[in-house]
């Protein structure tokens, strides 16, 4: 096959999948980010669209307590009777599997249903041919891991119709879970992911004459996995099939993108790549990969003058609109009993984050997988530092004199040096301060320490801007990322003034 590029890049983990005519709708986990469950639109499954999110409002999902990669795990959405369906786990919260249905998928979402006695996770839904309403899921017992069960349930109360049925556990790999069932032709197919979310990750499929079963594993099993090769994209799995208008197939899967020397890191997190699929012999066989279209890289502008955050804004165990406020060309981020971060995935290998920041506050810009892994450049009365925070330690890299005007700044570039090095990491990431066209550099880190192989968990690294406390102002914000890993924002520095006023939203430039 050839190189593959995610269809979704970032941290865009557990894809679902489901078509209502030409259009394709696609939900990934959010995990303690809020909004929650990103919900993207799709009518080729090259190019995709943010629309919004199934759990868009507090009352809806609480992460306050969520932690690093707590919170919303796997979702499903599915579209039937003329309603989409999204069903999903808060770990948060211990309320078990939530369910939410909206006639719009980019409008506003039900507040959900909870079905707490289902414990487990990656739940599923699908309707047989009476109707009747079939969650499958992920099940956890009493002594661990269990395999996947299922219930007949309401949807539309959360009431658990029938007792859970053990319907299978894979084909020998750990962990099976995100299940997905569907009716092609006259079987029922069950696909699931096993073998954990590490490098060892596989999708295998079973089938069985009802959707309860029994199944029988594939013989060509594991149907998708790329461990022990050496393709670029690495732990493939927990997938969604889905047919198109013209019937033909396709699936979405999540993988990673490893860099540096044995054993590699991978930082943007689990991102969502999808191929196209043939039936050979009663089973699916995956045989080309579905690319995003090329396009020139170009800057991302966040429009401080705007009542709205971008769609792409979440925050960390908070809503963005929690802590955040817009005022006069800037907005307003406040800590109040513990830190706060709010900003975007990162989604290219190779980017550059700058801001300008003002207020009494201690907080800047971050690149971060969690707080305790991040590479910070924060503001404190008259100082910027580059702070970089490796587990409970928080080291200042260098630090210098802040005047009013002068702009953070946050860059991954590749990494340099022999490929069996043991000094390669996935990338480095650097920490400096702009200041009338001059960069001062306060300190570079290597990027295995903001990745997911140090970091544990299954997110991947955000880019934002963190308030330790107190309040800040962000009177301008720009990410901005080039395809080819050329110096970013070349003549750009040259063009950074001090601003008259705090009202000056936008960075000038040449």
Partial sequence: MSEQHPVIPGFHPDPSICR??????????????????????????????LIGHALSRPGQLDVSTAGSSGGIFAATIRHHDGRFWMITTNWADNGGQLISWAEDPAGEWSDPVRIPSAIGIDPDLAWDADGTCL??????????????????IDPMTGEVLTERRWLWSGAGGKFPEGPHL???????YLLVAEGGTERGHAVTIARGPSPQGPFDGCPANPILTRRGSDDPVQSTGHSDLVQGPDGTWAIVYHGVRARGSSPE??????????????????????TSHIDPPSAAAGPTLWSLGSADLPADWVGQECFPEQVMSPGDGAWTLAAGERPVFVGRRQEHLVMTVRARLSGEG??????????????EVERDGGRARAVWAIGEVRHVLG????????????????????????????????????????RIELGAIDGRYVSTEVAGGMTGRMVGVACQSGTLSIDAFEYRAESDGTELFDGWVEGVVAPESA????FSTR
Wanted: avoid cysteine; aromatic fraction near 12%; charge should be negative.
């Fill in 503 to 506: 009202s000056d939203a936008a």
């Fill in 135 to 152: 969650m499958t899921y992920a099940g956890f017992g009493p002594n661990g891991g269990e395999g996947i069960v299922q219930s007949a």
């Fill in 362 to 375: 201690v907080g800047g810009i971050s690149v971060r997988i969690d707080p305790r892994h991040a590479l």
């Fill in 399 to 438: 630090e210098h004199d802040l005047t009013d005007g002068d702009v953070l700044e946050l860059a991954s570039r590749a990494s340099e040096g022999h490929e069996f090095s043991t000094s390669r990491g996935p990338d480095t990431l650097t920490a400096a301060l702009l200041r009338h066209g001059q």
């Fill in 265 to 286: 890191w991978h930082v943007l997190g689990r991102e969502t790549f999808a191929d196209q699929v043939e039936w050979a012999d009663g089973w699916p066989r995956i």
């Fill in 182 to 188: 569907y009716q092609v032709g006259e079987w029922w």
């Fill in 20 to 49: 209502v005519g030409n259009d394709y709708y696609l939900v990934n986990s959010s995990f303690e980010y809020a909004p929650g469950v990103p919900i993207f639109h799709s009518t080729d499954l090259s190019s995709w669209t």
